[in-house]
C-alpha cells in the first residue's frame, strides 16, 4: 500500500542550469478536443471578439450584467452548456493559425495545477530565469515574461473554482496577448474585479439544438434518426449540450429514432427520484443529464462485456474530469474493483482487457471520452456526468480507495520531474481526495495521501507542497489524533517543505517537537526517531548551525549502523549527510573518507548508474576539488557527466548541473 514514512532529503546542492532554446510556437497543456458536431455559438464568439478588439480579457459566465472595462475575460455558465469547448475552439483556433507563439491551457483547479503549467510553460518558452529547478519562481518568471514581451500569447484557465487562489497568479493585462476564463461561478465579485469583463453562456438555441442533432446523427450515418419528434427531444433536454451528447450517442449506438427516444427519456424521468435525490442538482441542469445518463447506463450493462458499465462509470467519476491515464484500467487495482462490482451478477474475474473494453464501450455511450494518443489524458469525464453519477454510487467508500490504490499503482519510484504522468497523477489524486473527503481517513490514511504530498516536495513545488502537508497534518490530527504516528509523519513533511521553502526556523521549531514525540511514543532507537533526528539536522546545516547539525548526524550514523547495518540505504543516506557538514566545516579529509565508502556501498548495492550512486560520485568529486585534488575531482566528475548524458539525456538538469561545475572547474585549473 506505500511507505508513509517521514521524506529524507540530503544535503541539496544546486547549480545554475542552461534554458534550452525554443520552438515556437509553444504550446502547453491539452485543450480539449472539440466535440463531434460542435456549434460555432457564433453570438458568444461574436462578443469575445468584440472584446479582443477593444483590448480586454474574457470570463464566459452567465451573468447579466454588462461589463465594458479592460481585463480578462470570462466565459461563465452553468455545468454542460459548453463552455470549455468554445474556450477550446479558441485555443484550437490560435494554434492553427499560427497567429499566436504561445498558447497555454491550464486546468485551474488548484494553486498547484497553475503553478506547474505556468512553471512548464516558462520552460518551453525559454523564459530568462526558469531552470526547471523551482516552479514557482519559474511561474513567476513566466508572468514577468508575459508582461514585457512582443510576442502573441494566449492564456486560457479553465474550469477557476477559487478565484482567491488565484491571487498573485493572473497574467498580466497586455497588447501582446490575451486570458480567456471559464467558470461556473455567477457574478462573483473577485472574479469580475479588475476590470475583467463577463460574456454569458447559456445553453443551445432551438436551433443550434437541431443542428447539433442533425449533424452528429448524419456524420455517424444514422441521420434517418432525425425524425420529426426531434424539436421535443431537444425541448424536453432542456437544449443543455452535454444531454443533447449523451441523446445521441445513445441513439446512434442503439439506432433508436427521436420519438423513440423521447418516449423512454419521460419514462426515465418517472424514476429519476431514485436515481438523483431532492436538492442534488444545485444549478438546475443536471436533471435532464442523469436521466439521459441512466438509459444509456442500463444500456451498458448488458452490453459486452455485461455487468462493468456502471461499476467502471463509478470509478471515472471520482477521477479528475481533465483527464486520467488509460493505463489506470490495467492496474490490479482496478481490474480486482471491477470483479467485485461483477460478482454480484456472478461473472468471471475481470482482466485488463475487459476493462479497457468497458471504457470504450462507455466512450461509444457518450459518459466518457477516450482519446489514446492524449497519454496521461487519455480518459476524460464531463464534470456534470461524473457528479449526476456520484450521487447515484451506493458504495462510496469502496470506489474511493479503489480509485487511489489505482493511482499508487501508476505511481513512478522517481517523482521528481514535472512530466505529464506526475502532473495528472496529482491532479487525480486531489480529485478523489476532495471528492472522498474523510472516506479515505477511515483506515488511518491512504498511502496516496502521503505520496502524493512527498512528490510536491520533490518536484521542488515549495508553495503547493506546504499548502498541502498543512491541510494534511490538521486533518490528520482531527481525525486521528495529535500523536498518531501518520500525523507526526504529516509535521514532519511540514517541516522538510518549510525547510526547502527556506522558512529554516520554521522547520527547526516544528521537528523538534516531532523529534521529541517520537522519543516517547517510539523511543530513542526507533527507525522513525533516526530518521525526524536527521532532518532536524538537515535543518540546522541549511540554518549554518553546522557544528548542531554534525552533533546530531554523528549520533545518527552511529546508531544506524548499530541498528540497521553498515549497509543499509538509510545508514549510507546518513553518512552521506554527514559528509556534507564535514565539508561545511572544513574537515574535509572526513568528507573524502565518508563518501568513498558511501561510493563503494552504493555501488555494490545499486549499481553504476542509479541516481544515488551518481549523486554520491558528485559529491565526492565536490569534495576532492576542495581538497586540491582537481585531477581527481574532474576525472571523476567527467565520469559522471558521461553517464548522466547517456542515462538522463543531454537536456536533462541534473545532467546540466554537472556539466557546468566541470565545465567550471576546467575553466579555473
Excluded at 32 to 42: D, E, I, K, T
Excluded at 100 to 117: F, R
Excluded at 272 to 297: C, E, F, H, I
Aim: glycine residues 8%; aromatic residues 6%.
Amino acid at each position: 500500500m506505500g511507505d508513509v514514512r517521514p521524506t529524507f532529503h540530503q544535503h541539496d546542492h544546486h547549480h545554475p542550469g542552461a534554458v534550452a532554446a525554443p520552438v515556437w510556437p509553444v504550446l502547453e497543456g491539452q485543450p480539449v478536443a472539440l466535440a463531434s458536431a460542435f456549434q460555432p455559438r457564433q453570438s458568444v464568439r461574436d462578443q469575445v471578439f468584440a472584446a479582443r478588439r477593444h483590448g480586454n480579457d474574457v470570463v464566459l459566465a452567465q451573468h447579466d450584467g454588462a461589463r465594458g472595462s479592460r481585463g480578462a475575460r470570462v466565459l461563465a455558465g452553468g455545468g454542460g452548456v459548453g463552455k470549455s469547448q468554445l474556450a477550446a475552439w479558441f485555443a484550437w483556433q490560435a494554434i492553427d493559425d499560427g497567429s499566436t507563439d504561445l498558447v497555454l491551457w491550464v486546468t485551474a483547479g488548484s494553486a498547484n495545477q497553475v503553478i506547474t503549467a505556468y512553471a512548464r510553460a516558462a520552460a518551453k518558452a525559454g523564459v530568462l530565469g526558469a531552470d526547471g529547478k523551482d516552479p514557482d519562481g519559474d511561474a513567476k518568471a513566466l508572468l514577468e515574461w508575459l508582461s514585457t514581451t512582443q510576442r502573441p500569447w494566449l492564456v486560457v484557465l479553465d474550469d477557476v473554482t477559487d478565484p482567491a487562489m488565484l491571487a498573485g497568479w493572473w497574467p498580466p493585462h497586455r497588447p501582446a496577448g490575451w486570458t480567456l476564463v471559464t467558470t461556473r461561478l455567477q457574478d462573483d465579485a473577485s472574479l469580475l474585479s479588475s476590470g475583467r469583463q463577463q460574456v454569458n453562456v447559456d445553453v443551445y438555441s432551438p436551433d443550434e439544438a437541431l443542428n447539433y442533432l442533425g449533424e452528429r446523427l448524419s456524420a455517424a450515418g444514422y441521420g434517418h434518426l432525425l425524425d420529426e419528434q426531434a424539436s421535443d427531444l431537444a425541448a424536453v433536454l432542456g437544449y443543455l449540450p452535454l444531454a443533447l451528447s449523451h441523446a445521441a450517442a445513445y441513439m446512434i449506438t442503439q439506432d433508436e429514432g427521436c420519438a423513440d427516444y423521447l418516449a423512454r427519456f419521460l419514462r426515465g424521468t418517472e424514476r429519476l427520484a431514485d436515481l438523483m435525490p431532492p436538492g442534488a442538482d444545485p444549478d438546475g441542469y443536471g436533471r435532464p443529464v442523469a436521466v439521459t445518463l441512466l438509459l444509456a447506463l442500463e444500456a451498458a450493462e448488458d452490453a459486452d462485456p455485461i455487468g462493468l458499465a456502471r461499476p467502471a462509470l463509478e470509478l471515472a467519476a471520482v477521477c479528475d474530469p481533465d483527464g486520467h491515464p488509460d493505463t489506470l484500467w490495467a492496474t490490479s487495482a482496478v481490474t480486482s474493483y471491477l470483479s467485485v462490482g461483477r460478482a454480484g451478477a456472478g461473472g468471471d474475474p475481470v482482466d485488463a482487457g475487459q476493462a479497457r473494453k468497458t471504457v470504450r464501450l462507455l466512450h461509444r455511450y457518450g459518459l466518457l471520452t477516450h482519446t489514446r494518443t492524449n497519454g496521461a489524458r487519455a480518459v476524460r469525464i464531463h464534470a456534470l456526468t461524473a457528479r449526476a453519477m456520484r450521487e447515484t454510487t451506493a458504495n462510496p467508500a469502496l470506489v474511493a480507495y479503489a480509485a487511489a490504490d489505482a493511482l499508487l499503482e501508476l505511481w513512478p519510484a522517481l517523482d521528481h520531474a514535472t512530466t505529464d504522468l506526475m502532473v495528472a497523477l496529482r491532479a487525480n489524486t486531489a480529485t478523489v481526495a476532495g471528492i472522498a473527503n474523510e472516506l479515505l481517513w477511515r483506515r488511518g490514511g491512504h498511502p496516496l495521501l502521503y505520496r502524493a504530498g512527498t512528490s510536491l516536495i520533490n518536484a521542488g513545488l515549495q508553495t503547493a507542497a506546504i499548502d498541502y502537508w498543512e491541510t494534511m497534518q490538521e486533518n490528520a490530527a482531527r481525525l486521528l489524533g495529535e500523536e498518531h504516528q501518520k500525523t507526526l509523519v504529516a509535521r514532519c513533511n511540514l517541516a522538510v517543505s518549510y525547510r526547502r521553502a527556506g522558512r529554516t526556523q520554521e522547520a527547526i521549531v516544528l521537528l523538534k517537537t516531532v523529534v521529541a514525540a517520537h522519543a516517547r511514543l517510539l523511543g530513542d532507537e526507533h527507525p522513525e526517531t533516526l530518521t525526524v533526528r536527521a532532518n532536524l539536522a538537515v535543518s540546522y546545516w541549511q540554518a549554518g548551525r553546522t557544528q548542531e547539525a554534525i552533533g546530531i548526524e554523528e549520533m545518527v550514523v552511529a546508531d544506524r549502523v548499530r541498528l540497521l547495518g553498515d549497509k543499509h540505504p538509510d545508514t549510507l543516506a546518513a553518512r552521506a549527510n554527514l559528509a556534507a557538514s564535514y565539508q561545511r566545516a572544513g574537515r574535509t579529509q572526513e568528507a573524502i573518507s565518508l563518501l568513498e565508502t558511501v561510493v563503494a556501498d552504493r555501488v555494490r548495492s545499486l549499481g553504476h548508474e542509479h541516481s544515488e550512486t551518481l549523486a554520491a560520485r558528485a559529491n565526492l568529486a565536490a569534495s576532492y576539488w576542495k581538497a586540491g585534488r582537481t585531477h581527481y575531482a574532474t576525472d571523476l566528475l567527467q565520469t559522471v557527466v558521461a553517464d548522466c548524458k547517456r542515462l538522463l539525456g543531454d537536456e536533462h538538469s541534473g545532467t546540466r548541473a554537472v556539466a557546468i561545475v566541470l565545465q567550471a572547474w576546467r575553466g579555473e585549473a
